[in-house]
C-alpha cells in the first residue's frame, strides 16, 4: 500500500528541547516536503527536497532544519523549538512530474510549551 | 512569496450546491488542484484541471479555470454530510532552476447542514 508514514502522530514538548519528527515513503518518490497547518494560514512549506541530498527552503523555514540522507526518509529536525512552533505538521511525497498527485502523511500534533 | 486565497468558510444544506472558490497565483501554472482533508487526516487529492482546460467534471464535482483571472472554482453538486471537511486548492510553479513548486492555499472549511 501506497503510504507516507509520519511519527509521532502527538508530542507535548519544552521550550528548548530538540525533537525530531520523522517521515518515511514508499513510493519511491523524489519529491518530499514538509508543511505547517496553522487556522487560517492554510498550508505552508516549511522544507522541501527533490532528490536525495537536495533540500531547499520553502515558506517558513525559519527554526526547522530537514534532511535527505536516503530517498525514502526526510525527517524534520527543531534544534531548539519555541511556543510558535505550536503546530500540525504534514509530510508529502510525490513524483518530479507537474501531473502527480502528492501524498500525504497523517499528520503530527506538535505543542510547545 | 505571494499567497493562493480562498475564503475560510462554507455552509450549504444537505443537497444543495457548493461552489469553493480559489485565487491562485502563477499564471505559467499547468495544473492546478483540488485536495479534501478530512477531520484528523492528512490531505488527500480530489481533483486536478490542466491550464489549457476550462473545465473539468468527474461525476459530482465539477472544476472550472479562468485563466485570464486566475480564478479555480470547485462545485459540488447534491452536497452530503460526507463532503464536510477542509478543501485547499493548489497551484504547481516551475522552479528557475529547474523542478516544481506545490504551493496550496489557505483552505475552505465546509460544513453541510441537515
Redesign the interface.
Known amino acids: 500500500e501506497a503510504q507516507v508514514t509520519q511519527n509521532p502522530r502527538y508530542l507535548i514538548t519544552v521550550t528548548g528541547k530538540k525533537l525530531t519528527v520523522t517521515c518515511s515513503q514508499n513510493m519511491n518518490h523524489e519529491y518530499m516536503s514538509w508543511y505547517r497547518q496553522d487556522p487560517g494560514l492554510g498550508l505552508r512549506q516549511i522544507y522541501y527536497s527533490m532528490n536525495v541530498e537536495v533540500t531547499d527552503k520553502g515558506d517558513v523555514p525559519e527554526g526547522y532544519k530537514v534532511s535527505r540522507k536516503e530517498k525514502r526518509n526526510f525527517p524534520l529536525i527543531l534544534e531548539s523549538p519555541s511556543p510558535n512552533q505550536t503546530s500540525l505538521y504534514f509530510c508529502a511525497s510525490r513524483g518530479p512530474r507537474e501531473d502527480t498527485e502528492a501524498f500525504f502523511g497523517q499528520g503530527t500534533r506538535l505543542t510547545v510549551v | 512569496?505571494e499567497?493562493?486565497e480562498?475564503s475560510?468558510f462554507l455552509s450549504v444544506r444537505e443537497g444543495d450546491s457548493s461552489v469553493i472558490n480559489c485565487t491562485y497565483t502563477d499564471s505559467s501554472s499547468?495544473?492546478l488542484y483540488w485536495?479534501k482533508q478530512e477531520p484528523?487526516?492528512?490531505?488527500?487529492?480530489l481533483t486536478?484541471i490542466?491550464s489549457n482546460m476550462d473545465m473539468k467534471q468527474d461525476q459530482r464535482l465539477t472544476v472550472l479555470l479562468n485563466k485570464k483571472d486566475k480564478h479555480l472554482s470547485l462545485r459540488i453538486a447534491d452536497t452530503q454530510t460526507g463532503d464536510s471537511a477542509i478543501y485547499?486548492c493548489?497551484e504547481?510553479s516551475?522552479l528557475t532552476g529547474g523542478?516544481?513548486?506545490?504551493?496550496?492555499?489557505?483552505?475552505t472549511q465546509l460544513k453541510v447542514e441537515l
Open positions: 512569496g499567497d493562493v480562498q475560510l499547468t495544473y485536495y484528523g487526516a492528512g490531505l488527500q487529492l486536478y490542466f485547499f493548489a504547481i516551475i523542478g516544481n513548486k506545490l504551493t496550496f492555499g489557505t483552505g
